[in-house]
Each structure stands twice: as structure tokens, then as C-alpha cells.
């Protein structure tokens, strides 16, 4: 298994003028790559409550309507409600189709884990930017209420960052050489030639769906699972 710092060994030959760590250092750039290559949303990605091992609950306080999530996590795909709590899920969803109800649709069931959740449509949610700038849930039309068990938020987490040597990329083995040292050393690239455009498709039309195709393999426990019977 290549270490970190293997990997920094092999690629600095091929990148003159760059250092281990630093301003032009390779290191940094091993781990924006390997944010790029991991941002998807497959169920192996998704974040759960190390206590319960359900989803993560967000805890909600009446009259505010905008939550941050942990600064591991890059996006947030949906809030949901699990489907055993007592809610009037037919006044929730029949806003949808106004005054015209021909068209409407009882919610579905999503299954993460086994447990059965039903997606809360009244919330954004904005993707993290930065350590700084979280992801954010905000609701909109009704006030969420005070709740520590609710709402629950579907999330994805980012790979562990490779601050330093002593710390291994979170891709798996495999992808070391062909993906991880590959789309490196096309940022390098970019940097020196200005070549961007080549080098994010690259990552992420070819190099990214193929790790992303891996996350979904193995058992998921019926991860995302649609139940379409009515509530």
C-alpha cells in the first residue's frame, strides 16, 4: 500500500518547481484531488449517527429557520421525517397541487437503514463552500418548530483531509495510482499551463463516476429503498 508520503515521492519528479508542502506544494493539491474525485452521493458517502446508526437528527428551535450542519459534510440531499411520527402528511403535500387535487400523489416511504422516512419538501439546503461556510438548511413556509427528534438530514461527508504525510487519502487503495496520483498531476498541470478545462473534465467526467460506481457497490441496507404503498 502506497503512503502518503509514496505518493508525494512519486509525483514530485514529474512536477519541477513544486514542493512537498507550501505555496507550490504537491501535498495540498493531493488532497484537493481527492475532494474532487470523492464529492458524490453514493450510500457508502452518506453520514450516520455513530450512536444510533440511523440518520443524524437536527435539532430545531421555533421562529429560526436556517441550521448549519457539521463542516465535514458538503451537501445536504434532503431533510426527512421518519415515518411513524404523527403528521398530517396530506396537508403537507396537497400545497403542491393547490386547489387542484386530480394530480395528487400520498408521499413516498424512503428507506435508509431499514427505517422508513418520508422526504419533507419545505426546506433548501445550500452546499458547504468552505470550512466557513457549512451547509445550510433552511426552511421556509412553516416555522419547523421546536424538535430534537424530527427531522432528520440525508448528508454526504467529505473525505478525511490529508493535511499532513502521516495522514492516508480515504480513496480506496486501487484508485491511488490510476486516480489520485492521475488527477494531481493534472491540477499541476493547469497550474503551470493554465490547461483547467482539460483537467476538471477529466476529473470529474471520467476519474470521479468511476470511484463513484465503487460507493454504490456492497451491501447499502436498502439505502434510499422506495416504498411506493400509501402512508
Known sequence: MPTTKQLVNWILPNAIGWTRDGVKGVLPLLNEAQNLLCQNESAQNVYYDAATGNLPALTTAAGTFEYSLPSNIWRCSQIVLKADIRYDYDRLYRRHYALDFRDYQPPEQVFYNGV?????????????????????????????????????????????????????PTIAEKFHLSH??????????????????????????????????EDYRGEQGMSGFVDRREI
Open 116 to 168: 422508513p422516512y418520508i422526504r419533507y419538501p419545505y426546506v433548501r439546503t445550500v452546499d458547504r463552500k468552505s470550512s466557513a461556510a457549512p451547509v445550510k438548511v433552511r426552511f421556509f413556509e412553516d416555522d419547523p418548530g421546536t424538535h430534537t427528534d424530527w427531522y432528520r438530514w440525508i448528508g454526504y461527508v467529505m473525505p478525511t483531509q490529508i493535511e499532513t504525510e502521516s495522514i492516508q
Open 180 to 213: 489520485l496520483m492521475r488527477a494531481t498531476l493534472l491540477l499541476i498541470k493547469a497550474f503551470e499551463f493554465g490547461d483547467w478545462e482539460n483537467a476538471m473534465s477529466v476529473i470529474r467526467n471520467e476519474l470521479a463516476p468511476e470511484i463513484a460506481a
